[in-house]
């Protein structure tokens, strides 16, 4: 079965640090992969999208993800953590079916402190 | 384009109302979806269209009804609402040319 699974919970990153927030899929065919950011009392924003080619993506708010097949990993980075970026942080996965929903992982809540 | 717009933001209902949950896009995309969101279970999926007039449940479809008569509108209803089913509704659609989803702003529900 398709699975996504997002290790942390939550993570506190001070502001200026860098930030990694994991990402583990469980997929039959190729996976398509995103990430998703959810500010506080708001809707899910797409941050990137993986789909083929380079392996490394870059999105929206400096965010960037690296797709490594072999360890079924899609992992998001930056390099440098502003206030803004606390939010929850969603992983998902999908198939090369436009018509089969996505899997999303339970998300991991950032915290940004000074 | 408004995008995907949903109607109630905030709804507060007995256990036993029902209502309707409005979702509606302008951007013509076939596919559209409900999940619904509480702490620490991520998004689960209510339900998903992949055009007018098909649906299908997904992960919790129990307790929930769906129609999509029309490409635009996707409304989600609650017959017979339970406390359970208190949490933050979200409604998103797909461009037929791409694989990911476009959320709406959300739906707070609260059964007391």
């Known amino acids: 079965a398709q699975s996504v699974t997002q290790p942390d919970i939550h993570i506190t990153v001070s502001e200026g640090a860098s930030l990694e927030l994991r990402c583990n899929y469980s997929?039959?065919?190729?996976?398509?992969l995103f990430w998703y950011v959810q500010s506080p009392g708001q809707g899910l924003q797409l941050l990137l999208k993986y789909f083929s080619g380079d392996t490394l993506v870059q999105g929206i708010k400096g965010f960037e993800a690296e797709f490594k097949r072999s360890q079924s990993s899609f992992n998001l980075r930056k390099p440098s953590v502003h206030w803004s970026d606390a939010a929850e942080y969603f992983c998902?996965?999908?198939?090369?079916?436009?018509?089969?929903?996505?899997?999303f992982g339970k998300g991991t809540r950032l915290s940004v402190i000074a | 384009n408004a995008g995907v717009t949903q109607t109630p933001k905030f709804q507060v209902l007995k256990t036993g109302q029902s209502m309707t949950l409005q979702c509606a896009q302008d951007m013509n995309h076939e596919y559209m979806s409900w999940y619904r969101q509480d702490p620490g279970m991520g998004l689960r999926l209510i339900h998903y269209?992949?055009?007018?007039?098909?649906?299908d449940q997904g992960e919790v479809p129990n307790g929930y009804n769906v129609s999509r008569s029309t490409t635009e509108d996707f409304p989600l209803r609650l017959l017979s609402a339970a406390p359970s089913q208190t949490s933050v509704y979200f409604c998103a659609s797909r461009p037929p040319t791409g694989l990911e989803e476009f959320f709406g702003p959300g739906t707070r529900l609260t059964v007391l």
């Open positions: 998902a996965v999908g198939s090369y079916s436009g018509n089969t929903p996505l899997v």
């Open positions: 997929y039959g065919a190729t996976p398509y």
């Open positions: 269209s992949v055009g007018a007039g098909i649906t």
